[in-house]
């Protein structure tokens, strides 16, 4: 049984930093390219920023260029996104998912930022 569990949601102030984790089970972790979305109030999802299955190859929404890091540990079966210089339209609920033939999400965790 494949699961996706992301970690490191939480309230934050306004040009804070986060650090979400997301670990997978049951499937072969380092064949899976993987992605995290965000999925804010009232609006539809969205691609926040991706990696390649080796982690050679990254890219992300204009919005977050600059602030935020995605990168994988596929020794831990685990992606992370550094977010840094959060903004209060950062809020939302992030999911990861893995995508190799089939794609594989993640239940989310919640990111609020606000003072």
């Known amino acids: 049984q494949v699961q996706l569990v992301e970690s490191g949601g939480g309230l934050v102030q306004p040009g804070g930093s986060l650090r979400l984790s997301c670990t997978a089970s049951?499937?072969?972790?380092?064949?899976?390219?993987m992605s995290w979305y965000r999925q804010a109030p009232g609006k539809e999802r969205e691609l926040v920023a991706g990696?390649?299955?080796?982690?050679?190859?990254?890219n992300y929404v204009d919005s977050v260029k600059g602030r935020f890091t995605i990168s994988r540990d596929n020794a831990k079966n685990t992606v992370y996104l550094q977010m840094n210089s959060l903004k209060p339209e950062d809020t939302a609920v992030y999911f990861c998912?893995?995508?190799?033939?089939?794609?594989?999400w993640g239940q989310g965790t919640q990111v609020t930022v606000s003072s």
């Open positions: 998912k893995a995508l190799w033939l089939r794609e594989f």
């Open positions: 990696i390649t299955s080796s982690g050679g190859s990254t």
């Open positions: 049951g499937l072969t972790f380092n064949v899976y390219a």
